[in-house]
């Protein structure tokens, strides 16, 4: 199970990176959503192997998502890899709570609350087993309309992670502090387009015997899909990502 407790400070963090994301669509959002383009953005997620053959099942609670700043360029260190899930060298990089105390690749600390960014809650949490999202397998958590626009990075807020190991104990598996997945993979809402993000992540087995969740940038997929024409036609897809 999950050793990420609820605590007042980590209520606090994240009802201020909400409110940063208000705030920031309150100053500069609304005057440019008047009579401007829109198109569809679906959010889903998968799995890659790293160790999740050590379990039975493994759910994560995703609450909503953030969008990086539009217009901004991907940040420095962000692109190639930089947000890579780290191989397990034996070390121990937790704290005595079991959250990681570097600021590692693929997440957000307070300090990198990105101006401009903008949070978008679901209606209802969303639950997903990775043990059954491998080989391809997706599973979409939102679809929604939204501004055009190039946008650098995609978060997703995981509130939780429930771990079962094949022999049936639990497993601990951290979150990484009470930081988002940052997915570091440029995309762009098109008019009357869909935009579908894949958002690949994974449990990595830590030198304390622990598992941390972290993105996989190489699975990480961006597909296009025109909108049907008026003759029921659907238009062409284009892919872009690194699988």
Do not use: H
């Not at 493994?58 to 260190?77: H, Q, R, S």
């Amino acid at each position: 199970m999950t050793d990420r407790a609820p605590d007042l400070d980590a209520l606090d963090r994240r009802t201020y990176l909400k409110a940063t994301g208000a705030a920031a669509l309150g100053a500069t959002g609304l005057a440019g959503c008047v009579g401007r383009a829109t198109g569809t953005l679906a959010t889903q997620v998968t799995d890659q192997p790293a160790d999740i053959g050590d379990f039975e099942s493994l759910v994560v609670t995703v609450e909503g998502f953030w969008l990086g700043p539009e217009g901004a360029d991907p940040e420095e260190g962000d692109a190639d890899g930089a947000n890579e899930t780290d191989p397990d060298d034996g070390s121990d990089d937790t704290d005595a709570g079991g959250n990681e105390t570097t600021d590692g690749n693929g997440t957000d600390d307070e300090g990198d609350a990105a101006e401009g960014r903008e949070y978008f809650e679901f209606d209802e949490s969303q639950e997903a087993d990775l043990v059954e999202l491998q080989n391809g397998e997706t599973q979409l958590i939102d679809e929604r309309e939204l501004q055009t626009g190039e946008y650098p990075y995609l978060q997703l807020d995981v509130s939780s992670a429930d771990g079962t190991l094949t022999d049936g104990s639990d497993a601990a598996v951290d979150l990484p502090g009470n930081a988002p997945l940052k997915f570091n993979e440029q995309f762009e809402i098109r008019e009357n387009a869909r935009t579908t993000f894949t958002a690949d992540f994974a449990p990595v087995l830590r030198g304390n015997g622990r598992y941390l969740l972290r993105p996989v940038p190489s699975g990480i997929e961006v597909e296009y899909e025109s909108e049907a024409s008026e003759d029921g036609s659907s238009g062409e897809n284009s892919t872009d990502g690194d699988s």
